[in-house]
């Protein structure tokens, strides 16, 4: 039975049983530790952000009375998808240099069916999506 319950209660059992513990070092140990100390904050703060993108997210649907929030490419999916907001991206061309760019749309919660439906009518309005959509020079 052991009553260590963390990281830090590993290296220091370790730390005080040298010999018969860490014959090899405890380099990855201490290492993780260094990280942890910076991850817990670097965690908190993106917890936070993606909170207040869902809240911003969640205000553009309801008080603008918007089905879906749509950008070019893919940028703030993940963001999205952190809050629950389901997205979708699909192609609807290439720019001058030949590059593909995407069409994103971010829904409200629980709203994957009408994203889907919104979706399925503008690819069917766009059709084949082999034309420069954007200029880069």
Not at 87 to 103: A, E, L, M, N
Request: some cysteine; aromatic content about 10%; overall charge negative.
């Amino acid at each position: 039975v052991t009553t260590m319950t963390s990281l830090e209660d590993i290296v220091e059992f370790n730390n005080r049983n040298p010999e018969k513990y860490i014959p090899y070092d405890q380099k990855q140990f201490d290492t993780s530790l260094i990280k942890q100390k910076d991850f817990d904050g670097k965690y908190e703060k993106a917890l936070c952000e993606s909170y207040q993108y869902g809240q911003l997210m969640n205000n553009w649907l309801e008080n603008k009375g918007l089905d879906v929030v749509c950008y070019i490419d893919c940028d703030a999916t993940d963001i999205a998808a952190r809050k629950g907001h389901p997205s979708i991206t699909f192609p609807i061309g290439y720019t001058d240099k030949g590059k593909p760019v995407g069409f994103t749309m971010t829904g409200p919660l629980y709203g994957e069916k009408v994203l889907l439906s919104i979706a399925k009518q503008l690819i069917a309005i766009i059709g084949e999506h082999k034309k420069v959509f954007m200029n880069l020079s």
